[in-house]
């Protein structure tokens, strides 16, 4: 049966667009999985799993010592808040994921913030020593709360069309 003009790129476009729906993204789906898997922890351990800073300069009261928590949120002026996770936490919410890969994958995409060459930044905390309250820097992964609100930005503008 012969087939009109252009009908076969028709169908085969047609096929690729379907195939293309369901997987969701032209892009890696490892990374997507890793980006996925941080949005997630995220969203469903926020209150839980991260303190609120009590300064304005972005510090946070790590005197609670260690109970479970994978850090805390950092509000920076004009920009989204941070959730800063300490670098053994980090590894924790990769959950068996390469703690790089992902995040490679989420400095990629725009939601990790880092120093130039790096994957973390250094980031003020406040801890207690007896009874004097201490400010340090630590180096932790620091992820754009845009993350929550951004997850089909990237599948958007990776779409594409299947070219003859």
């Given at each position: 049966m012969p087939w009109d003009n252009g009908e076969s790129n028709a169908a085969a476009q047609k096929c690729f667009d379907d195939w293309l729906q369901k997987r969701g993204t032209t892009g890696s789906l490892e990374e997507e999985d890793a980006v996925a898997c941080i949005r997630s922890v995220i969203a469903t351990n926020g209150p839980t799993k991260f303190s609120r800073p009590l300064a304005a300069l972005g510090e946070a009261d790590l005197s609670w010592g260690n109970s479970g928590r994978f850090g805390f949120v950092?509000?920076?002026?004009?920009?989204?808040?941070?959730?800063?996770?300490?670098?053994?936490?980090?590894?924790?919410?990769?959950?068996?994921r390469d703690p790089d890969f992902v995040a490679d994958a989420l400095k990629r995409r725009g939601f990790l913030v880092h120093d130039k060459g790096r994957r973390n930044l250094p980031v003020k905390i406040k801890t207690r020593q007896g009874d004097q309250d201490v400010v340090k820097q630590i180096r932790m992964f620091a992820?754009?709360?845009?993350i929550l609100y951004e997850p089909e930005e990237h599948e958007k503008s990776a779409r594409s069309t299947l070219s003859w």
């Amino acid at each position: 049966m012969p087939w009109d003009n252009g009908e076969s790129n028709a169908a085969a476009q047609k096929c690729f667009d379907d195939w293309l729906q369901k997987r969701g993204t032209t892009g890696s789906l490892e990374e997507e999985d890793a980006v996925a898997c941080i949005r997630s922890v995220i969203a469903t351990n926020g209150p839980t799993k991260f303190s609120r800073p009590l300064a304005a300069l972005g510090e946070a009261d790590l005197s609670w010592g260690n109970s479970g928590r994978f850090g805390f949120v950092q509000n920076v002026r004009k920009e989204p808040p941070r959730y800063c996770f300490f670098p053994d936490a980090w590894k924790e919410a990769c959950a068996g994921r390469d703690p790089d890969f992902v995040a490679d994958a989420l400095k990629r995409r725009g939601f990790l913030v880092h120093d130039k060459g790096r994957r973390n930044l250094p980031v003020k905390i406040k801890t207690r020593q007896g009874d004097q309250d201490v400010v340090k820097q630590i180096r932790m992964f620091a992820v754009s709360e845009s993350i929550l609100y951004e997850p089909e930005e990237h599948e958007k503008s990776a779409r594409s069309t299947l070219s003859w």
